[in-house]
């Protein structure tokens, strides 16, 4: 089992070793409208 990182230092190292992220890691787009305070009250 791998051990976990105990600080910043070794878990900056261990996503170093990581892929990087690619185009599906976005978030995605969202068509929604934000809401009115009328909405809420």
């Known amino acids: ?3 976990r990182p105990t ?8 996503w170093r070793q990581e892929a990087p992220l690619g185009p ?3 978030l995605p787009d969202i068509q929604d409208m934000p ?3 009328e909405d809420i009250f």
């Not at 600080?7 to 261990?14: D, K, P, R």
Request: proline fraction near 12%.
């Open 24 to 26: 599906d890691d976005e």
């Open 1 to 3: 089992m791998p051990t």
């Open 7 to 14: 600080n910043i230092v070794e878990l900056l190292a261990e």
């Open 35 to 37: 809401v009115e305070p």
